[in-house]
């Protein structure tokens, strides 16, 4: 959905948090939530309910039953939801642009415009840079792979 990005500058002017890491964590949370509700939402839909009864009959407290029962059933969606904020907000471009004024406040994605003058390029650090901005972006995704994948497919097939 797109962001109204006049009413939310003014938003966030009068509650002072533009150009503060506060505002801007703040905003990647606000617009990161629907989505992760929405994944969560129906990857505990599928869970079936007789899980639940047969912990409650064996005496789990509530949250007993969460901790050893259904936190366990949920790593490979949890780990899908925490994978596909880090991507969003990491890719995420006009956000810091518009809502960090001070470029010593904006994250390494934008850093390759310090590199950028009106003059000159600097492209061994532009090269450089994508390359550091690009290694924890394949990090993170080798490391929740195979999670990614059980928690997308997870409720695709229907039984």
């Given at each position: 959905?797109?962001?109204?990005f006049?009413?939310?500058?003014?938003?966030?002017?009068?509650?002072?948090?533009?150009n503060?890491?506060?505002?801007?964590?703040?905003?990647?949370?606000?617009?990161?939530?629907?989505?992760?509700?929405?994944?969560?939402?129906?990857?505990?839909?599928?869970?079936?309910?007789?899980?639940?009864?047969?912990?409650?009959?064996?005496?789990?407290?509530?949250?007993?039953?969460?901790?050893?029962?259904?936190?366990?059933?949920?790593?490979?969606?949890?780990?899908?939801?925490?994978?596909?904020?880090?991507?969003?907000?990491?890719?995420?471009?006009?956000?810091?642009?518009?809502?960090?004024?001070?470029?010593?406040?904006?994250?390494?994605?934008?850093?390759?415009?310090?590199?950028?003058?009106?003059?000159?390029?600097?492209?061994?650090?532009?090269?450089?840079?994508?390359?550091?901005?690009?290694?924890?972006?394949?990090l993170?995704?080798?490391?929740?792979?195979?999670?990614?994948?059980?928690?997308?497919?997870?409720?695709?097939?229907?039984?």
């Amino acid at each position: 959905m797109p962001i109204n990005f006049v009413t939310l500058m003014r938003v966030m002017q009068f509650v002072r948090l533009i150009n503060t890491r506060t505002g801007i964590v703040l905003l990647y949370t606000a617009t990161q939530i629907p989505f992760n509700v929405f994944l969560i939402h129906s990857f505990v839909s599928k869970i079936p309910e007789e899980i639940d009864e047969a912990a409650t009959i064996d005496g789990a407290s509530p949250l007993g039953l969460f901790l050893r029962v259904v936190l366990p059933l949920l790593k490979p969606v949890l780990v899908t939801v925490m994978v596909l904020t880090f991507l969003n907000t990491w890719n995420e471009f006009v956000m810091p642009l518009y809502f960090l004024g001070s470029s010593t406040k904006w994250p390494m994605t934008l850093a390759v415009y310090n590199f950028f003058g009106m003059y000159f390029k600097d492209w061994n650090l532009v090269c450089a840079d994508i390359v550091l901005t690009s290694a924890p972006v394949i990090l993170v995704y080798l490391l929740g792979q195979k999670y990614i994948v059980a928690g997308m497919t997870a409720g695709a097939i229907k039984g």
